[in-house]
Every structure is written in structure tokens, then in C-alpha cells.
């Protein structure tokens, strides 16, 4: 392949002219959804609760159960698999039938006793009936066996159906392209200052994943991210010792302990609004504890001020730093709607949580994740759902997929409606941190297409994928890794960054402790900080709106799912076989031809000018970014060098 065949203009232009036309074809589909609610997005500062959150929940299932059959592959699917599962019940139901009919059972215990009473000459007087049970016994299980293969071509079948139908799908995709039925659409603008302030929570140590939308004229962000804590760990020790007293001796087990400090991962939600209105303005709040009577009028005997809506004053107990500004936040109208929001979620038994100010950002207190895989931008849970059950139901899967949708779409709406309680921040028009207040009652229906140049921006595509290992520790970690920040450097297209893979390695030691004159052994774990930085290359504005579509070029001592050879191009066909890329369905299904083919041709023309990075980094180009991650910080190559060349392709 001649170096000169990618800087023409074709290759590079006909992947962005896809894009473009991708994204015509993806928003006039999402139009076929908005008549299943009639959710109005300018009625939603007048009650948000009404306009907003109960026209979500009233509308959730039936808004689902169209969004899902909306796809020719999925309706074909469900009725395919609710035929298919009928069969297998039909097959199953004659093995049950045939061996009633037979009496199974009995003859194999008869048998079973006769065979006994053989050793005993009694048994030899039933040889007849042995040899009869047996025959019938065998006939059965020949019967049942080739029913049985059946029954597996069609679990098959029907698994191959369901896989074709969701198989491409990830539950990050389809949560986004849900919310979009409801006006809140996916932005890929990720501005770091708008979210720096979640670095400042408790133990914070990394973002996971970070999803922008765009609702009304501002937006709102699905951040993952991870944290640490220490917990004690316990451990313990005995020893038997003799003591003697008198002319008697006995013996007592003597217990040692030994606490450990010990190093945990965890991961909670953050949603986040960030804002212009009252930027100076910090609110906390600082306990759940309902205030009596007594105290209102002790707080107002030492000179406090107090909320005019008592029942405010006594339900948040909010800690501010500037309070003209925390009332000019909280005016009656505003205490009044956190009064009612609160008793709301409570009486239709949904947990609140809490909603605090910090600066330019309006965001949650932290909630618990319970499903990672809902952040993970690649079809696995849904792949691994459909194949590790062979029972399942077109219906179970869907309302698997329901359950994890309505996790993140419910605390969305249920965030937007506490934040929306103060009509100033559902009104405003927001475009930069640090630019005036301005306010709209009207959406202009517009959001961003803007791709920015963020460090953070590449954070999603590592959130559950395995491109980095420990290289060069002494030790392989025995805890979850995560990822800082180092550093990062600009160019026009493209962001060279160093990152940190970050955990601990163990070593299991011995504590002797001295007691009661003894030395106890206590075993015990001790956790040990270990990193090593590695080398992402990112052009956010080079990729693939393909759904959950990926191109993905692995090392070659890695094994790809699918290797796709099949473009009756040998020159293209090499360069799949020869860079183990493997193209998904879904690639195949939404992009043209070219598109794909250019693709093959960027990451082929990459690794023939850089030959020694072929077996030491991953390069992706997926629905929402591309990526070279490089696993060996040692490169051969300096990273300017790299840069300057991924930034004359674009």
C-alpha cells in the first residue's frame, strides 16, 4: 500500500461524510418514538414533578416496549424465539410423556431390584421382564437423546436469533438513545472544569465513565467514577498453653489478633448540572435529621435565620457559605417544591438522596452503582446474558434490559426534578462555565456537536476493557485497578496523554504477638500502592456512529472473537488478517463499505510506519471515539513522533 493512498482526500473525507449522514439517519429515527409521552420540555419549570418526572414513569414501560420493537431485527426476533421456545416445550413435553407412558421410572427400579436379586438365584426367574424393561428402557433413552438434539439445535437457533437482534447492542447505547425519546440527548463536549469538582469528594481516586447530555439549553452528566477507603481487617491467631496451679494443670487456647489497614476499590454515581447561576454559592447538606419545634425556636432565639417554610427548615439541614445568596437559592417557592419533591419520593417508596452545591456545579450526593456493566460502552452483559442461559425468553431479556434502562433513566428524572425545583437552574441557557446567568423559558431545541479536545474524553473506552496490564511490577495486583491522570498534550486533532494504571500488589505475612507469655502466629495481608504509566493517543472527531459498532485491531498474541476476511479485496483482506482486527456486525451493518474498508486502511498505513507498536497496543475505532492505547510505556518511538503523524492523517 503506498504511503500517499490515505493523505488523498478520499479516505479520511468518506469516513466523515458516513458520520454525517449516520447522524441525519439516527435523529429521524428517534422521531418515530416522542407521540408514546408528551413531555413538554418548556411546561417543566412550572411543576416538576407533574411535567416532568410522572410524564417519565407514566410513560416508561409503554415508551419502552415500542422503543425495543422498533428495530425490524428485534420484532423479527421476538417472534421468532417465542416460536422457537414453544417448540422446545413441545419436544420436552413428548420426552415427559413417552416416559409416563413407559413408566421409566419403574422399570429402572425394577430392574434395579432384579438385577439385585440376581446374586441371590431369585432374580434369575425375571430375566423375561429384565430383558424387557431394558429394551423399553433403551428405546427411551434413544428417543430422548435425539429429542434432546433437537432441543439443543433449537436452543441454538434461538440463541443465534437473539444474539443477531441485541447482540450489538450495550446498555450505554440503548440508555442513550432511550433518554433521547425524552429530549436529553448524548454530547460529546465533555468539558473537565464543569466536573473538576467531583475530584474534591471523599476519597476520590478516578473517573470511570463520564456521559454528558444535553436537556432544555444546559446539560446534565452520568458520572461513574471510583474511590478509595481503608477498612480495618481483623485477623487472629491461637496457641494452646499449659498452666499449672496447685497440684492441677489444665490447659487454655489463647487467642491473638492482628488489625490490618487494608486498601479497597469501590465505585459510586454522581449526576451533575453545571451552572452559572449564584457561582460563588456552596450548599451541603449536612444530616438528615428532622428538627422539632424546640429547636426551630431555639435557632431563632441565638439570631439564625430561618426558612419561611418550616417543614423546610426542619427536613434540610443544609450548611451554606454566603447566606443572602443560600436564601436568594432557596425563596418560598423553592423550599416549598424540596418539601414536596421529598415527601413524593418517599410516600411512592423511591430513596432520596440528597443534592448539594458546589461553585459552578448543582450535583447528587454519591449513589451506589449497582450494575458497572450499565456504563460499559461494549455489548458483553447482553452477549453474556443470551449465552449463559439456555432457558431464556425473548421477554426475559428484554425486561432484563428494561430493569438496568430504568436504574439510570429513573435517578436521571429523579435528579432533574430536585434540580428543577429552583426555576433558575431549569430555565437557564448555559454555554461556559464563568459566562453571565441567562435564562429562557423556551428550548431552542439545539444541542452541541462539538467534539472536545479532553483528556477525560477517553476515559469511557476504558471503563471495563483489558488493554493494560502490569508490565514491568515486581508483583501482579491483587486488587481492581484504576486510572489517573498525568499528563497530556495538545495538538489540532489529536491528544497524546499519559496515564497511571494504579493498585496494590500483596504479600502475606506473619505477626508475632507476645501473650500471656506466649508467641501467637498471626497471619495477615499486607497491601502494597503500585503503578505504571501508560500511553493513550486520541482523535475524538475520527469515529464511527454505528451504534455499538467497534473496529478494534488487537495484539497478535491475543485472539480476536471474529476475524473478518471477506471484502473479496486481498490487499484489504491482508491487512485484516496481518493487524488481527476484527470488525463487529453491527460495523458491517451500518457503515458503508468504504467506510469500513478506509478504516482498515488507517490502522494497517498506522502499524506499517510504526511496525514495533503492533504487538504492544490496541487500536479502536469505535461509536464514539478513536484510539491507539499503547501497553509499553518503553516505546521505540518518541510520542512526538507518533502524535505528529496520527495529527498529518486527520
Known amino acids: 500500500m503506498e504511503d500517499n493512498n490515505f493523505k488523498e482526500d ?18 429521524n429515527e428517534v422521531q418515530d418514538y416522542t407521540a408514546e409521552h408528551n413531555l413538554d420540555l418548556n411546561l417543566i419549570w412550572q411543576n416538576p414533578i407533574k411535567n416532568l418526572y410522572e410524564k417519565f414513569v407514566n410513560s416508561f414501560h409503554k415508551t419502552y416496549d415500542k422503543f425495543i420493537l422498533n428495530s425490524k431485527e428485534i420484532s423479527e426476533s421476538k417472534d421468532l424465539v417465542n416460536n422457537l421456545n414453544e417448540k422446545i416445550c413441545l419436544e420436552r413435553k413428548e420426552i415427559y410423556n413417552a416416559k409416563k407412558t413407559n413408566k421409566i421410572s419403574g422399570r429402572k427400579f425394577a430392574n434395579g431390584l432384579i438385577f439385585f436379586l440376581f446374586f441371590i438365584l431369585i432374580g434369575l426367574c425375571f430375566i423375561p421382564i429384565f430383558k424387557k424393561n431394558k429394551r423399553i428402557i433403551n428405546e427411551f433413552n434413544y428417543f430422548s437423546s435425539e429429542k434432546k438434539k433437537v432441543i439443543n439445535n433449537l436452543i441454538s437457533e434461538k440463541k443465534s436469533s437473539l444474539l443477531k437482534a441485541f447482540g450489538t447492542y450495550n446498555l450505554v447505547e440503548l440508555k442513550d438513545t432511550f433518554l433521547s425519546i425524552y429530549g436529553i440527548s ?10 473538576a469538582i467531583i475530584e474534591n469528594l471523599k476519597g476520590f481516586a478516578s473517573f470511570v465513565s463520564i456521559n454528558k447530555y444535553d436537556i432544555r439549553n444546559s446539560y446534565i452528566y452520568d458520572i461513574l467514577y471510583s474511590y478509595i477507603y481503608i477498612k480495618d481487617i481483623v485477623t487472629s491467631g491461637s496457641a494452646t498453653i499449659t498452666i499449672s496451679s496447685g497440684d492441677k494443670t489444665y490447659t487454655q487456647v489463647i487467642t491473638a489478633y492482628h488489625t490490618e489497614p487494608t486498601p479497597f476499590l469501590d465505585r459510586e454515581i454522581c449526576y451533575l448540572i453545571p451552572t452559572n447561576y449564584l457561582p460563588s454559592l456552596n450548599f451541603i447538606r449536612m444530616s438528615h435529621a428532622i428538627w422539632s419545634d424546640k429547636d426551630i425556636k431555639k435557632k431563632q432565639k441565638n439570631g439564625e435565620s430561618i426558612p419561611e417554610n418550616i417543614e423546610f427548615a426542619k427536613r434540610f439541614d443544609y450548611y451554606y457559605n454566603d447566606e443572602i445568596k443560600y436564601f436568594q437559592y432557596f425563596p418560598l417557592i423553592t423550599q416549598n417544591n424540596f418539601v414536596g419533591f421529598e415527601a413524593y419520593f418517599k410516600q411512592n417508596n423511591v430513596p432520596n438522596f440528597d443534592i448539594n452545591k458546589s461553585q459552578n456545579a448543582l450535583h447528587s450526593s454519591s449513589l451506589a452503582c449497582h450494575n458497572i456493566e450499565s456504563y460499559h460502552e461494549n455489548p458483553y452483559y447482553i452477549v453474556r446474558n443470551i449465552l449463559s442461559d439456555d432457558e431464556i425468553t425473548f421477554d426475559k431479556l428484554a425486561n432484563d434490559i428494561k430493569i438496568e434502562i430504568w436504574r439510570s433513566a429513573q435517578k436521571i428524572f429523579q435528579f432533574l426534578t430536585m434540580a428543577y425545583s429552583n426555576k433558575n437552574i431549569c430555565l437557564e441557557s448555559f454555554k461556559e462555565i464563568g459566562e453571565q446567568y441567562l435564562s429562557d423559558y423556551l428550548d431552542d431545541k439545539q444541542f452541541s456537536s462539538d467534539i472536545s479536545l479532553e483528556y477525560i474524553h477517553m476515559l469511557n473506552s476504558l471503563c471495563g476493557s483489558n488493554f493494560f496490564k502490569f508490565k514491568y511490577a515486581r508483583f501482579n495486583n491483587t486488587r481492581p485497578i484504576y486510572f489517573k491522570y498525568v499528563s497530556h498534550k495538545k495538538y489540532l486533532n489529536v491528544i497524546e496523554q499519559i496515564i497511571s494504571m494504579n493498585s496494590w500488589y500483596s504479600e502475606d505475612l506473619i505477626d508475632i ?15 502494597y500502592p503500585t503503578s505504571e504509566n501508560k500511553i493513550v493517543y486520541v482523535f475524538p472527531k475520527f469515529h464511527l456512529n454505528s451504534k455499538s459498532g467497534i473496529i478494534i485491531s488487537r495484539p497478535c498474541e491475543t485472539t480476536s472473537l471474529t476475524l473478518n476476511s471477506n471484502f473479496q479485496d486481498p490487499i484489504i483482506d491482508e491487512a485484516i488478517k496481518v493487524n488481527n482486527i476484527e470488525i463487529s456486525a453491527d460495523v458491517y451493518k451500518y457503515c458503508a463499505t468504504n467506510v469500513i474498508q478506509s478504516s482498515v486502511q488507517l490502522i494497517d498505513y498506522f502499524y506499517k510506519k510504526f511496525p514495533l507498536l503492533k504487538d504492544k497496543s490496541y487500536f479502536v475505532i469505535n461509536s464514539t471515539i478513536s484510539a491507539i492505547y499503547l501497553d509499553d510505556n518503553k516505546s521505540p518511538y518518541s510520542l512526538e513522533e507518533i502524535s505528529n503523524f496520527l495529527e498529518s492523517l486527520l
Open 513 to 527: 504477638v507476645y501473650k500471656s507469655g506466649t508467641s501467637i502466629s498471626v497471619p495477615f495481608t499486607r497491601f
Open 186 to 195: 448524548k454530547v460529546r463536549n465533555i468539558k473537565h472544569n464543569e466536573i
Open 10 to 27: 478520499g479516505i479520511v473525507n468518506e469516513i466523515k461524510n458516513e458520520l454525517d449522514e449516520t447522524k441525519i439517519k439516527n435523529s
